[in-house]
């Protein structure tokens, strides 16, 4: 008798291979995977600009890795004794207006380089919600007031254009990238639990229309893996949001069946022990 209904991902071709670059953007979730992937031996480059959750501050973010658009350094502002800018995560921040513009420069150009000699981009979307101050979309809202922001929640056809525009930068770099899509099974509770499922509603269709109309992208599906495969709190965190280390271990194995080589498979597993062995973790 069953008692719960499992997921078979279908296999993405071409799998991931040993000598394979990979370029990881997105949310949290991302980097759960990339770290996965390092921690394997592979070579992966995590967020240059820092964690991004939505596709128009990923699309800005492939702006600059494209060369598409100008990273302008009188956008950098102070607060709370640190010099950041809306575009990059807080982490990237520094104690000098030149401190940051270097740190956001060389993260640029890293990233861009990384990119060039990348086959895969593997983009993990966590909301389809923006923050604006004024008509100016941001990434990061630096724990500033709340007052200075609006927050919207993007049509279908933005969510679409925003990916669309992505892939097409990123080609421009590396025109036979493959792309794997996913989004974040994360929930944002603070949205409520109806506007949550809207949200991840919008990324889902829109990454339903990105993988019929181009060529070499493929979904990956973490989300349903963790709301209807697993599906049972004792899968989260005990703040009922994030998933738990079983449940990551369990996608993780899901995504190296369908969309990882063999070999690759057994150069992640030696990589993952030696770097056990490192840490001291049985």
Request: one cysteine or more; a neutral charge.
């Amino acid at each position: 008798m069953k008692f719960r209904t499992e997921l078979v991902p279908n296999p993405i071709q071409p799998p991931l291979r040993v000598d394979d670059r990979v370029m990881v953007l997105g949310s949290c979730f991302a980097e759960n995977i990339g770290r996965r992937l390092l921690r394997g031996g592979m070579m992966a480059h995590l967020n240059p600009l820092g964690i991004q959750y939505n596709p128009l501050s990923l699309q800005k973010v492939m702006a600059y890795l494209s060369g598409e658009a100008d990273f302008q350094a009188d956008e950098i502002f102070e607060h709370q004794g640190r010099f950041r800018h809306w575009d990059v995560h807080s982490k990237i921040s520094g104690f000098s207006l030149n401190d940051t513009e270097v740190r956001i420069k060389t993260a640029i150009e890293n990233g861009r380089q990384f990119l060039a000699q990348s086959n895969w981009l593997y983009l993990t979307l966590g909301s389809a919600h923006v923050w604006f101050r004024g008509e100016h979309p941001v990434a990061n809202c630096h724990k500033m007031p709340g007052s200075e922001f609006q927050r919207r929640r993007l049509s279908f056809e933005e969510s679409v254009d925003s990916l669309q525009r992505l892939i097409q930068q990123a080609r421009c770099i590396k025109p036979d990238l493959h792309v794997l899509l996913t989004v974040s099974p994360i929930r944002y509770k603070r949205d409520g639990l109806i506007e949550n499922q809207r949200s991840k509603s919008i990324l889902l269709l829109t990454i339903e229309r990105l993988c019929g109309e181009l060529q070499s992208v493929n979904y990956f599906p973490a989300y349903e893996l963790m709301i209807d495969d697993l599906r049972d709190y004792r899968f989260y965190e005990r703040d009922l949001v994030h998933p738990s280390d079983v449940a990551v271990d369990y996608i993780w194995d899901k995504f190296q069946q369908c969309a990882v080589s063999s070999s690759a498979i057994s150069a992640l597993r030696i990589g993952e022990k030696a770097w056990r062995r490192q840490q001291h973790i049985d």
